[in-house]
């Protein structure tokens, strides 16, 4: 496994693994000798805890660090099939993140203007 892929794996498990991946990252470093093999290992637990596997084309993007939840909480942010965090909105920027479709008419502005509480 080439460095910036090593790394690229480790930056993956770090938000399920933790500070392992820190000291998996540091005994390659100190080790030549083991390198190879800590490699395998951080590969086989990318390939177990994150469903990585040589064949499939999954996206996995990293969670938000240190996030603070902003609002009543809307939704959970998963990773790696484990709970992150919760997701919320502030009131206030809820009409930043609101899409109205419908046909023309009066319909969606008597909408808007009734869920944002202007009406």
Do not use: N
């Not at 637990?45 to 240190?66: D, N, S, V, W």
């Not at 099939?81 to 009409?95: K, W």
């Amino acid at each position: 496994m080439h460095s910036s892929d090593f790394e690229s794996t480790l930056a993956k498990l770090r938000p399920v693994i933790g500070e392992m991946a820190d000291a998996f990252w540091l005994s390659s470093l100190f080790d030549p000798e083991q390198q190879q093999d800590i490699h395998a290992v951080a590969k086989a637990m990318a390939a177990e805890l994150l469903g990585e596997t040589y064949g499939e084309g999954q996206i996995l993007l990293e969670p938000p660090q240190g996030y603070r939840q902003r609002g009543a909480p809307a939704r959970t942010v998963t990773y790696a099939d484990r709970r992150v965090c919760t997701f919320g909105l502030r009131e206030s920027d809820l009409p930043q993140h609101l899409l109205i479709l419908g046909r023309s008419g009066p319909a969606r502005p008597t909408s808007a203007a009734w869920s944002s509480g202007t009406s």
